[in-house]
């Protein structure tokens, strides 16, 4: 099985401020990364996959990065609407996700 | 537009049996990859099992042996049959589809919004 780690577990920003969250994987995925936002009380949203491809609908000021065992994931000016969780998962074997790093407001 | 929509969850106690379904409309489940994905209270999201187009079935260690995975092509719904229920499988449980173009591999498109179990005596 792969372990995916993501850190921070929390973090706080300020509304307009850029966000960085890591996630690394116990050993290489290749690009077969994807990102989702999860919001108290509802289903997790895919946001990219490929570690860099933006679902659709997804604004522009989230993005991608990253391959083998290292990725990030930026929002480079936080909305309102982006406190929430985010989830990395892999897909190079068997699915597996990491623990999730809180966004919330500082 | 995509809906998915489980039902089937509830309280049951440990040992016992239940059947999870999700009913599909705006994709086939037949010709979809298919997925169960769980979350324990207040922690993260676990992939339990996966369903290919052809019919293969896939879990994660943990429940293999005790769930299995299913659909009804005629209803387009897929379901999932839990058996010697533990405690530790206690969960909101998700019915999720991998998207359908371009073998892009298994992530997740389109979730549910879920159906609690929990296990409890």
């Known amino acids: 099985e792969i372990v995916m780690t993501q850190s921070p577990a929390t973090l706080s920003v300020s509304p307009g401020e850029r966000a960085t969250l890591s996630c690394w994987a116990s050993q290489s995925v290749r690009n077969h990364l994807a990102w989702y936002q999860q919001k108290p009380g509802q289903a997790p949203r895919l946001l990219m996959y490929?570690?860099?491809t933006r679902a659709s609908g997804i604004p522009a000021r989230f993005s991608g990065s990253g391959s083998g065992t290292e990725f990030t994931l930026t929002i480079s000016s936080l909305q309102s609407e982006d406190f929430a969780v985010y989830y990395c998962q892999q897909y190079d074997v068997w699915p597996t996700f990491g623990g999730g790093t809180k966004v919330e407001i500082k | 537009e995509v809906q998915l929509v489980e039902s089937g969850g509830a309280l049951i106690q440990p040992g016992g049996s239940l059947r999870l379904s999700c009913a599909a409309s705006g994709l086939t489940v037949s010709r979809n990859i298919m997925s169960w994905v769980r979350q324990a209270p207040g922690k993260g999201l676990e992939w339990v099992s996966l369903?290919?187009?052809?019919?293969?079935?896939y879990y994660v260690d943990s429940v293999k042996g005790r769930f299995t995975i299913s659909r009804d092509n005629s209803k387009n719904a897929l379901y999932l049959q839990l058996n010697s229920l533990r405690a530790e499988d206690t969960a909101v449980y998700y019915c999720?589809?991998?998207?359908?173009?371009?073998?892009?591999?298994?992530?997740?498109?389109?979730w549910g919004q879920g159906t609690l179990v929990t296990v409890s005596s």
């Open positions: 999720a589809s991998v998207p359908a173009a371009g073998n892009l591999g298994n992530f997740f498109d389109y």
């Open positions: 490929g570690a860099s």
């Open positions: 369903i290919y187009g052809g019919g293969s079935t």
